[in-house]
């Protein structure tokens, strides 16, 4: 039998898909780009939401996946770092509870993975294992510290209990 999706749960996914797109939209220039020694997508904060709510799993795919194409990031970076995000957005929600934890796989899977490729795909003249060092410190920031204090406010205010 087929799980029917909620209208809440769809209006969640929507708006945090939105607010990924207009974040990375906001602060491109430190988002992307090959001259940038460590980049920080502020919109990566959000990872930690699928610690609070599964519909956050689908919203961080599609607005890693609008945010990529609208920006000038190369195709292979649209389609595989919208499946990095994709895949830890499923591991956070799986560490869900442990937010101290819940922000790793996005740290690990954007530094290993889309770490990994960035110097094949922009032709940047670093190591491969600097790419990944370099992925996974802008994540540190992002989803670690921003991400962090962003799961103690949700824990506040409750938003995602009512």
């Known amino acids: 039998m087929q799980k029917k999706i909620s209208t809440r749960a769809l209006a969640q996914g929507a708006m945090i898909a939105a607010i990924y797109v207009v974040l990375t939209k906001l602060f491109e220039p430190i988002s992307f780009g090959k001259t940038n020694a460590v ?3 502020v919109s990566e904060l959000l990872t930690i939401l699928p610690a609070f709510t599964p519909a956050a799993i689908p919203g961080l795919f599609v607005g890693c996946f609008v ?10 970076d649209v389609i595989l770092g919208s499946l990095t995000t994709l895949l830890a957005a499923i591991g956070t929600y799986l560490l869900r509870g442990k937010h101290a934890l819940a922000v790793l796989p996005p740290i690990l899977l954007n530094g290993l993975i889309v ?10 003249p670093v190591p491969v ?6 992925t996974a410190a802008g994540q540190v920031i992002s989803c670690g510290i921003g991400g962090l204090l962003l799961g103690c406010v949700l824990d506040r205010t409750k938003i995602f209990k009512r």
């Open 129 to 134: 294992w600097l790419s990944m060092l370099l």
């Open 67 to 76: 945010g990529n194409l609208l920006s000038a990031a190369a195709a292979v």
């Open 39 to 41: 980049q920080c997508r």
């Open 115 to 124: 770490g990994g490729y960035l110097p094949a795909v922009y032709g940047m």
